[in-house]
C-alpha cells in the first residue's frame, strides 16, 4: 500500500518527481501525516538508510537519540568517516525539507515568514 504516495502529491498539488521516492521523517511507515512525509531522491534515501543503520550499530540508539560511547577526544577515523557522512546526507535531507516547506508555502500564499503574499503586493 502506497497511500502516502497519494497523500503527499494531494497536500503539495504536484506530483512527486521521476527518481523520487517518499521517506517518513520518524521512521514510522504508519504515521502518514503530511509533516512527517518528505520526498527525496531514491540514492540519498538508500544512503541515509544506510548510514542509519551503520550508526546503529556502530553508536547505539538509545530512544531514537545516537548514544555516543566514543569518547570526545577518542574518535577513530571509521568512527569520523561515518559521522562525515551522515552530516553530508543530513544536510542533503535538510535542502529537500526546505523545498517542500517552500511548496507548502506558496500554496498557502504566505512567505516563509508567514506572511500573506497577495497583501504584500499592493
Ligand atoms: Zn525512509
Redesign the pocket.
Known sequence: MKNYRSIYEKCLRCKIPDGF?I??ID?NRENNEISNLIAIPEQL?KD??KIITQIREQFGIDDNHIKFTTKINDVTMYEAQMLYEYCNIIFEIQKWRSEKLRIMHKIFNEDLYGNSIKSSQE
Do not use: D, Q
Open positions: 521516492v521517506h517518513h521512521f534515501h541515509y538508510h
